[in-house]
């Protein structure tokens, strides 16, 4: 199957066979009659298993070319899983400009269990090997960055990764499967906040993992069951439904994100816009290699510089939404030094760009027209 295909019946054969519903239904149950100890269909208790959450997890595996997905209660709680395949002195290199809550998880959770994180600039991948050591176990990308939109080269990374033997992870929030598909060029697993572009309609938090290793699998299957960090039937259904229309959703995004990058470049109140189409993006011939598009996330700082200029402009628009998250049809911005970038100390958070005049959007995908007009008025 072809992706456009994969996103509507990648891993749906079969959902109900009790009366062949399209849609698999939402089983709303704890746990499952067993006719002898041991004797069940398949399920025994749905923080171990549940159909509807299955019928995700195989969709899931099938978007990024995987064979094993999991799905959890949100993005964190995947990343969560993922941390935890390690132990007290095993070390791990980390994209410097990443989500500020995966910052804070590995940070103020995972540096008082012991495990070690190193945050670098990945923009040339040369540069990972100088952090590595006997400790290093794993190499945590995320690609596009949030919210500097940085890229970072996957396959120059896997084979560093490869090399030296460690597991290479990578946040495939931004992109989604539609515009890289990681697993392809070299990763051994595919992390994903589905709260965002997946589930697409700012309706459900929820994480997910894919991968090929089935020994892999098995490792994050049982830290899944063993911590326990699922999401319900509902928001499985919820997000099974957004993933079929993800490709028609981000073309979209895509067009409207090239609209939109545009017209903020040429307009003289904005000082620089990161997005990773322009052709004077430092990595944009990596993005073009291994993207299919650019994507609707663009951040920008304001000509004025300050803090003040930047809360006045998202304070006026009025088709842009001011909240947190991303990758919902809706456009939404954020100013991430006071909101999803808060948790990073502002010394840290401006060596990477994240200063208080940046705005960040997520392009949402309304009339293009109407979008640039909300960002015309409110820059004045
Ligand atoms: C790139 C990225 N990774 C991970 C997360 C965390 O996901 P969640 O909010 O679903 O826990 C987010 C949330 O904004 C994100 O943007």
Redesign the pocket.
């Known amino acids: 199957m072809k992706f456009n295909t994969k996103t509507i019946h990648g891993g749906q054969e079969n959902t109900d066979p009790a009366y062949g519903s399209v849609m698999p239904p939402i089983y709303q149950t704890s746990t499952y009659k067993q006719t002898t100890p041991g004797g069940h269909k398949g399920f025994e208790y749905s923080r171990s298993g549940n159909p509807t959450r299955a019928a995700l997890e195989r969709s899931l595996a099938s978007i990024e070319n995987g064979k094993f997905g999991l799905a959890f209660g949100?993005?964190?709680?995947a990343?969560d899983a993922v941390v935890k395949l390690f132990k007290p002195g095993d070390e791990i290199v980390s994209t410097n400009d990443l989500?500020g809550?995966?910052y804070r998880l590995f940070t103020k959770i995972y540096e008082n269990f012991g495990i070690k994180f190193h945050f670098v600039g990945m923009q040339n991948a040369a540069d990972i090997e100088k952090y590595i050591n006997g400790n290093t176990k794993m190499i945590w990308v995320?690609t596009p960055t949030?919210p500097m939109m940085n890229i970072i080269d996957i396959e120059a990374t896997s084979v560093i990764a490869r090399k030296h033997n460690l597991l290479l992870a990578v946040?495939n929030?931004?992109a989604t499967p539609y515009l890289q598909q990681p697993l392809d060029l070299g990763a051994d697993i595919v992390m994903h906040?589905a709260?965002?572009y997946l589930g697409g309609h700012s309706d459900v938090?929820?994480?997910g993992l894919v991968v090929k290793d089935e020994a892999l699998a098995d490792r994050l299957y049982f830290i899944q069951n063993a911590s326990g960090a699922v999401c319900g039937p509902q928001d499985s259904f919820l997000v099974l439904r957004g993933i079929k229309t993800l490709h028609i959703r981000m073309q979209r995004h895509c067009e409207n994100g090239e609209a939109v990058a545009n017209f903020l470049k040429s307009h003289p109140r904005v000082k620089q816009v990161y997005w990773p189409g322009f052709e004077d993006h430092p990595n944009h011939e990596i993005a073009k290699r291994q993207m299919k598009g650019f994507g609707g996330m663009i951040s920008f700082t304001t000509s004025e510089g300050t803090l003040e200029s930047a809360v006045k402009l998202v304070e006026k628009l009025h088709v842009f939404t001011l909240a947190e998250?991303?990758g919902g049809v809706e456009s939404l911005a954020g100013h991430p030094a006071s909101m999803?970038h808060a948790s990073i100390p502002k010394e840290e958070r401006e060596k990477t760009g994240v200063v208080d005049s940046l705005i960040r959007l997520s392009v949402g995908i309304e009339d293009a027209g109407d979008l640039i007009e909300d960002l015309k008025n409110a820059l004045g």
Not at 74 to 77: C, M, R, V
């Open positions: 949100s993005g964190l709680a990343i989500y809550g995966s995320e949030n946040d929030t931004f906040s709260t965002k938090v929820m994480g998250s991303l999803t």
